[in-house]
Nanobody, 123 residues
Framework: VQLQASGGGLVQAGGSLRLSCAVSGRTFSSYAMGWFRQVSGKEREFVAAISWSGGSLNYADSMKGRFTISRDRAKNTVYLQMNSLKPEDTAAYYC?????????????????WGQGTQVTVSS
C-alpha cells in the first residue's frame, strides 16, 4: 500500500491550502484515514481523521473550525482543506491509513503512512 501526500507549499497567514492523499496498491474493505503533522524535534501531532464511510470525523481541538477532512472513496483519495492558516501550522503533514477503521488520534493506530508534504505559513 502506498500513500502519496501532496498539496503543501508556502502560504501567508490567513491563507488556505488543500492537501491530498492518494492511496494505491492493495485495497482493503474499509479503513479510516488520518492526517498528522510534525515539526522537526517534536512528536507527531494528530490533526484530523475520517471513517471509511465519511460519517465520522475527528479533529484536534486547535483545528476545529479551520480544517476540514473529506474523502472520495471512488478515487481512493483523502483531502485536508486548511483555512485561516497560522504560522504555528507550519509543519510536515502526513496522511495515514488505519486498517482497524477507527481513525483515532493516536499515531500507533495507523498501519500505513505517506511521505509527508511540507506546509509553511509566513507571518
Amino acid at each position: 500500500v502506498q500513500l502519496q501526500a501532496s498539496g503543501g507549499g508556502l502560504v501567508q497567514a490567513g491563507g488556505s491550502l488543500r492537501l491530498s492523499c492518494a492511496v494505491s496498491g492493495r485495497t482493503f474493505s474499509s479503513y479510516a484515514m488520518g492526517w498528522f503533522r510534525q515539526v522537526s524535534g517534536k512528536e507527531r501531532e494528530f490533526v484530523a481523521a475520517i471513517s471509511w464511510s465519511g460519517g465520522s470525523l475527528n479533529y484536534a481541538d486547535s483545528m476545529k473550525g479551520r480544517f476540514t477532512i473529506s474523502r472520495d472513496r471512488a478515487k481512493n483519495t483523502v483531502y485536508l482543506q486548511m483555512n485561516s492558516l497560522k504560522p504555528e501550522d507550519t509543519a510536515a503533514y502526513y496522511c495515514a491509513a488505519d486498517l482497524g477503521g477507527l481513525g483515532t488520534q493516536s499515531p500507533l493506530s495507523y498501519d500505513y503512512w505517506g511521505q509527508g508534504t511540507q506546509v509553511t505559513v509566513s507571518s
